[in-house]
């Protein structure tokens, strides 16, 4: 049988320092404030080896790079003025399709015809001579600097070396029939002159 206890009597058992006095409650207390004093040790630790490796980061060099010619030596599409592009080539009706500092491109009304431009940095003459498939290459000078030359009944091509290691590129597509190659040396050598090499 299940005993009534007295609710006062309960209480009265429950003296008011069971709880605030106990030894285990103040052992635990102990414990849980040194491992936060330890704790705060580490992190202080932590935040000057953090500090120590962000000083160590930002002193680092990277090793030299190669020195390649500057983009700004080539004014954009070659430093050849739209008329000038006309006059050389005797292609009237071109109009500039695209532009930015390594390549430009000039079409016809009826896309039949067109002038590209490009600068190939980076890239020796060498290498071009492998990768163009309009017919055999041909040797050439244009205003003292080595070149090498493509032609087939439409397209002409002509490229020449710029520097140690890079090389522009004139290419023009006509109607079947006509002279491929007219004016391509004469928008080399400008482009050249302007860039102060060429003779």
Do not use: Y
């Not at 006062?8 to 207390?29: A, D, H, I, Y």
């Not at 070659?78 to 009237?92: F, M, W």
């Not at 290691?165 to 491929?180: E, N």
Request: proline share 6%; with cysteine; charged share 20%.
């Amino acid at each position: 049988m299940a005993i009534a206890r007295n609710p006062r009597t309960v209480l009265r058992r429950r003296p008011g320092r069971c709880c605030t006095g106990s030894p285990t409650l103040v052992r635990v207390r102990r414990t849980a404030g040194a491992a936060a004093g330890i704790a705060l040790i580490g992190l202080a630790v932590a935040g000057c080896g953090g500090a120590n490796q962000q000083a160590t980061a930002t002193t680092t060099t990277s090793a030299p790079k190669a020195v390649l010619p500057s983009p700004n030596t080539i004014a954009l599409c070659g430093g050849v003025p739209d008329a000038d592009i006309a006059q050389q080539t005797g292609l009237t009706d071109l109009r500039p399709e695209a532009a930015n500092p390594m390549s430009c491109t000039w079409q016809s009304g009826d896309d039949a015809e067109a002038v590209v431009f490009h600068w190939f940095r980076g890239s020796s003459l060498t290498e071009r001579r492998t990768q163009v498939t309009t017919g055999k290459p041909a040797d050439v000078r244009v205003a003292g600097q080595a070149g090498l030359e493509w032609q087939d009944p439409a397209t002409c091509e002509l490229a020449v070396a710029f520097g140690d290691t890079d090389f522009i590129d004139w290419t023009v597509h006509r109607a079947a029939g006509a002279q491929p190659c007219r004016g391509l040396d004469q928008l080399a050598t400008a482009t050249l002159k302007q860039a102060g090499q060429g003779s």
